[in-house]
């Protein structure tokens, strides 16, 4: 077995606009990245579209349909904050959450050890019934919520170590023990969330990262917080938000973070993952927007990934 990559060419056709940092080349950026011979071992696959059903474990009919139906013949329709559609955006979503579902389906049957979704729009921040922070359905947990329609895996645990907080995500977690939450994000940023008070049922772990701190903070924060109360929940799989604007040198925040400290923390979350779950892991492109910083970050981390 070996790392699964999927993307799809429809997450090229979402166009938030002119001048929008979440923006194709991003995963242009990448997927030249990850073409490098030393990727060749990758197994490689187009994400579907996910079903309605799928996205209905996380956000309600009304609110998919009412996304999709808003996707504009052409130009731009704007539905939350600094978050857009283009005549190509309902493809691109529905495909990056379908990765996420192929993805957990493969680790889960045996496909692949562990995978890594090349997709967009990014998900973390989309709530049941709210677009926002670029995101228009949460990926992440339209992932896990699959997940869990298969015997076995009755406990997902998402780590998420995006520069922002990934409201979203915590609120749905935060009130279902069946599901962990785990982040290091700079703090106070956009969009206000993310206090270390905020635990939810003990399964939400959130540890702020103030302006300037560097990769010792970072692997701090995971080793000493995040780890530990991972270790506690004993999951049956792991899903990474992976978004690599906590660089130092990515324009959207005031982090220090390098290269060298994602790879540290993709090593760490996938010998957790041998460990506890059988290697069953999942991680889901989410920011990062500097193209070459990303570019580089997101081939350190399906480096990582790799060394299974």
């Given at each position: 077995?070996?790392t699964l990559?999927?993307t799809?060419?429809a ?16 995963l242009?950026?990448?997927l ?31 609110y998919v349909?009412r996304?999709?139906?808003a996707?504009?013949a052409?130009?731009?329709?704007e539905?939350g904050?600094d ?7 309902g493809?691109?979503?529905l ?8 993805a957990?389906?493969?680790?889960i ?12 729009p ?5 709530e ?8 228009l359905?949460n ?7 699959h997940?869990?329609t298969?015997p ?5 645990a ?10 979203g ?40 990262l103030?302006?300037r ?18 270790a506690?929940?004993?999951?049956n ?7 690599f604007?906590?660089h130092?040198a990515?324009?959207?925040g ?7 400290d994602?790879a ?18 999942v ?21 990582e990934?790799?060394?299974?």
């Amino acid at each position: 077995m070996s790392t699964l990559l999927l993307t799809h060419p429809a997450c090229l056709g979402h166009d938030a606009g002119p001048g929008h940092p979440e923006r194709p080349s991003r995963l242009r950026a990448i997927l030249r990245a990850l073409e490098a011979p030393e990727f060749e071992g990758l197994l490689r696959a187009e994400a579907p579209a996910a079903t309605l059903e799928a996205l209905g474990r996380v956000h309600s009919p009304e609110y998919v349909r009412r996304i999709l139906d808003a996707v504009p013949a052409s130009g731009f329709v704007e539905v939350g904050e600094d978050t857009v559609l283009s005549p190509g955006s309902g493809e691109a979503a529905l495909r990056a959450a379908g990765a996420v579902c192929a993805a957990v389906e493969a680790v889960i049957l045996g496909k692949a050890t562990n995978a890594f979704c090349a997709v967009r729009p990014p998900g973390h921040h989309a709530e049941r019934e709210r677009a926002m922070g670029f995101c228009l359905f949460n990926n992440v947990l339209v992932g896990a919520r699959h997940a869990q329609t298969f015997p076995g895996v009755e406990r997902v645990a998402i780590l998420d170590f995006d520069l922002h907080h990934g409201n979203g995500t915590q609120a749905a977690v935060e009130d279902d023990s069946s599901l962990f939450y785990g982040s290091t994000h700079q703090y106070p940023l956009y969009p206000g969330t993310g206090s270390s008070r905020e635990t939810g049922l003990g399964n939400v772990v959130n540890v702020p990262l103030f302006m300037r701190t560097d990769g010792e903070g970072f692997r701090r924060a995971f080793s000493e917080r995040i780890l530990p109360g991972l270790a506690d929940f004993v999951p049956n799989l792991l899903i990474i938000s992976a978004g690599f604007d906590a660089h130092r040198a990515d324009p959207m925040g005031d982090l220090e973070v390098g290269e060298e400290d994602f790879a540290w923390a993709t090593a760490r979350f996938r010998r957790f993952a041998e460990d506890y779950c059988g290697g069953r892991l999942v991680s889901v492109l989410e920011g990062g927007y500097n193209l070459d910083v990303l570019a580089a970050c997101a081939a350190s981390h399906v480096r990582e990934l790799m060394k299974v």
